[in-house]
């Protein structure tokens, strides 16, 4: 039998194990070409430090640690096992589910520790509770907007960040009163109710063009609130664990607002996305240019050069396989194929890339906005499938565009332009494109696989 001194040193050394492999997976995710030992890494690390865990000898009964475990795993795996145009709402309830667990094994701390609860300890369980209870929220609307459940469009009315700001600092009011006093337990629901609701105001007004970011954001606050959960507990390997998540997801989170050259409080309190109202007249003095799919795979056979831009709308029509076969025949035919990925396109971070490495494009192929968008001007074709607000000029151009100033692929400078798009209706920032009526486009309309599937089905024929 093992000395409970010696037992304790090869749990400790499982913990620190884990962590290594916590650091090395953020690490080796960061290319594709080490993404999936990030992946195995990330995971044999959450396993020894879950199986640290359990072989703690303080543990006497299992049985609440077993039957959850069955719940969750029955929950897990079917959430596991959604298409992959449904990641990003999952990713969202993953958020949620996360930040619940944190929040109610602080609030079971608090009510099992009351009377024994010093001003620091009631103060790291207090963050922890408001930030995971906001977070467990938000992220359940975050996934209602992107799957469609609620309206994805921000909903927003005259005074809003002032109310949700004032609600966030009556939730922060009552921490600061149970610091002083931890034993007014009648204050602890309340805080919590409130924080469950700002979490609900902080999302409801961000509209669906900024759900890439409210999602790694989401991700960060998910984070925090475990690390904060680390210092309650006293678990070394949650606060190492949750501080990395926490950091990355801020990170990430910056990177996409630097994408879209917009602050974190224009994300969060500037409901982008709204419809833009006028124009009608404007829009119909202007001439749409439409094309069948065999003449658009009569300007692709001639091309020497080609650029695929995939967007949300190539995600939702699951269209990702047909732009594989595309790809495959364009350059059996001697076409250089490339694809431009914007950071920001889709609704999570690095949307299109897993959809692309699902249908199994070359890596080497996909490439980010600042590395293609001085090829544009050399490229015969750019392809945009289902890309409406990352491919829109009046970024550069109107400075009465709510987007002005968003970087965004510059498309429109090669010769020609097809679009692939069902209707002429704005994309999520609700604002019209005028790529659409320029000279050098064509519009596809049409579902994008059906449509890309009459493209190669015209090119299959050709000869």
């Known amino acids: ?15 620190i194990v884990a962590v290594v492999l916590f650091i090395l997976s953020l690490k080796w995710l960061s290319s594709p070409r080490t993404a999936r030992w990030g992946v195995i890494g990330g995971e ?3 396993a020894l430090a879950v199986g640290a865990t359990l072989y703690n000898p303080e543990l006497v009964q299992y049985k609440w640690i077993i039957i959850p475990l069955i719940i969750g795993a029955g929950v897990g795996i079917p959430l596991g096992m959604v298409k992959m145009t449904a990641v990003p709402q999952r990713t ?24 024994h609860l010093t001003r620091f300890e009631m103060g790291e369980i207090a963050l922890e509770v408001i930030i995971g209870s906001l977070t467990f929220t938000g992220s359940l609307i975050a996934a209602g907007k992107l799957q469609e459940i609620l309206p994805q469009r921000p909903i927003v009315y005259r005074g809003q960040n002032i109310v949700s700001l004032a609600i966030l600092a009556a939730a922060l009011a009552l921490a600061v009163v149970l610091v002083v006093n931890p034993v007014q337990a009648a204050l602890f629901p309340a805080m919590v109710g409130i924080a469950l609701v700002f979490g609900i105001m902080l999302v409801t007004p961000i509209g669906g063009a900024d759900m890439p970011t409210v999602i790694s954001l989401l991700n960060s606050y998910a984070g925090f609130s475990a690390a904060l959960l680390g210092f309650v507990l006293n678990s070394k390997v949650l606060v190492v664990a949750g501080a990395l998540d926490g950091s990355s997801g801020f990170i990430l989170s910056v990177i996409m607002c630097k994408a879209m050259n917009r602050s974190f409080t224009n994300v969060m309190f ?22 069948t799919a065999e003449e658009a795979a009569s300007i692709l056979e001639a091309a020497n050069k080609v650029v695929i831009v995939p967007g949300y709308g190539m995600a939702v029509a699951q ?13 059996k035919r001697g076409v250089d194929v490339q694809f431009a990925i914007h950071p920001v396109a889709g609704r999570m971070p690095g949307h299109m890339n897993v959809l692309l490495a699902e249908a199994d494009v070359p890596y080497d192929h996909l490439k980010e906005m600042d590395d293609i968008n001085g090829d544009f001007p050399q490229v015969d074709v750019a392809l945009v499938i289902g890309a409406n607000d990352v491919t829109n000029p009046a970024a550069k151009t109107d400075k009465s565009s709510p987007i002005y100033g968003m ?16 209707s002429m209706n704005p994309g999520f920032a609700g604002i019209d494109n005028p ?17 890309v599937s009459n493209i190669v089905k015209e090119l299959g024929g050709a000869h």
């Open 435 to 451: 790529l659409y009526y320029m000279d050098n486009t064509l519009m596809l309309f049409g579902d994008a696989k059906a449509f």
């Open 319 to 331: 269209a990702q396989h047909k732009v594989r076969e595309l790809y495959d025949t364009l350059t």
């Open 92 to 115: 969202a309830l993953s958020h949620a589910f996360g930040a619940a667990s944190a929040a109610m094994i602080g609030i079971a701390e608090y009510y099992v520790n009351t009377a």
């Open 270 to 291: 500037g409901a982008f996305g709204q419809v833009q109202a006028g124009g009608a007249k404007e829009k119909e003095d202007r001439i749409v240019r439409s094309a």
């Open 44 to 46: 044999i690390g959450a």
């Open 1 to 15: 039998m093992i000395h409970a001194s010696a037992l304790q040193q090869y749990l400790d050394f499982a913990y």
């Open 407 to 422: 970087p965004v692929l510059d498309v429109e400078k090669s010769h020609t332009v097809m679009v692939i798009k069902r």
